[in-house]
């Protein structure tokens, strides 16, 4: 195995003329490491200042860097290893990654691989941490809030019955939503499971319209079957489908006094999810039962290791 840098090494001057309070005639003391090799004794504490002002522009979409720490958990030749916890909030994860710096203190990789050829392939493996992803414990009593919201404006939205209670956000022009929409119910019959359906208008006014018609569609033949025949519109076909719903809409007639409740509830949930850090669809939500502290995941993962989550 060898070692192949899979990003531009940035030159960071860890001593120099930034470092206001550190005079040219300064001589730091030297220790030696592990290895017996001699190094600054403050190189470290720098190096993690210059990590953490590196990724520091990531606050702006929701990213706190939480610590960052040397480790001898990956060696690589030339560098030593940072491991860097993360807090991404826009997204409800912490995450953690490894960052390099060489031995000199000049330079600054953000990810190596290490690979291999087998024949004509090269493999790539990515050097990162044992559990670098996991989710955020948070408060998930908002959800509750809005599925009661729901239930008291008559807008079906829950497959099947159970103790533990999972929630979907969705919207009816999401693909990757529609391409569950048949399995729903057998999901919630497979995993024991209670599946309250919330949804959230990405898609603007055409999603407004959409979860309108599917309200009527729900209140004739209940949430299941609603989204089943959703999903026979295309069968399969996402494109043919959204044609399908598009048209149906246009169809529609002037806006009655209960189709304007059911949008100023779409309307109200929105805002809400949104302040609550709920932007995409799906999104699956998730709290032991009887508990307000859960999970939330963006993307569509396995009911069955979502519920198993404590």
């Given at each position: 195995m060898r070692t192949l840098l899979s990003a531009l090494l940035i030159a960071l001057v860890i001593s120099g003329c930034s470092q206001a309070e550190q005079k040219e005639n300064t001589s730091p003391d030297k220790i030696l490491n592990k290895n017996g090799q001699v190094s600054n004794k403050n190189s470290l504490e720098e190096a993690e200042k210059v990590i953490k002002a590196l990724l520091n522009p990531l606050s702006t979409r929701g990213i706190k860097v939480k610590s960052v720490k040397a480790t001898q958990e990956v060696k690589v030749p030339g560098f030593k290893t940072f491991e860097v916890d993360l807090i991404d909030n826009r997204n409800h994860r912490e995450l953690k990654r490894y960052i390099f710096i060489n031995t000199e203190d000049k330079y600054i990789a953000l990810q190596i691989f290490k690979y291999s050829i087998k024949g004509k392939s090269v493999i790539l493996q990515t050097l990162k941490p044992k559990n670098a992803e996991k989710p955020l414990k948070v408060n998930i009593s908002f959800i509750k809030e809005i599925d009661k919201e729901l239930t008291r404006a008559n807008i079906p939205h829950v497959v099947g019955k159970g103790e533990k209670k999972v929630y979907i956000v969705w919207d009816v022009f999401c693909p990757f939503c529609y391409g569950h929409f048949n399995q729903v119910e057998e999901i919630a019959k497979k995993n024991n499971v209670e599946i309250h359906m919330i949804p959230l208008a990405v898609h603007g006014e055409n999603s407004i319209k959409g979860l309108v018609y599917y309200t009527k569609l729900a209140r004739e033949k209940g949430t299941a079957e609603a989204?089943?025949?959703?999903?026979?519109?295309?069968?399969?076909?996402?494109?043919?489908?959204?044609?399908?719903?598009?048209?149906?809409?246009?169809?529609?007639?002037?806006?009655?006094?209960?189709?304007?409740?059911?949008?100023?509830?779409?309307?109200?949930?929105?805002?809400?999810?949104?302040?609550?850090?709920?932007?995409?669809?799906?999104?699956?939500?998730?709290?032991p039962p009887g508990e307000n502290r859960g999970t939330i995941h963006v993307g569509f993962m396995p009911i069955d290791k979502l519920i198993k989550e404590k």
């Open positions: 989204l089943k025949e959703l999903y026979n519109m295309g069968n399969g076909d996402f494109m043919k489908y959204a044609k399908t719903l598009e048209n149906k809409i246009k169809r529609q007639k002037e806006i009655t006094p209960d189709q304007e409740k059911i949008i100023k509830t779409i309307k109200d949930i929105e805002v809400k999810l949104v302040k609550n850090g709920v932007r995409a669809t799906p999104t699956l939500i998730y709290a």
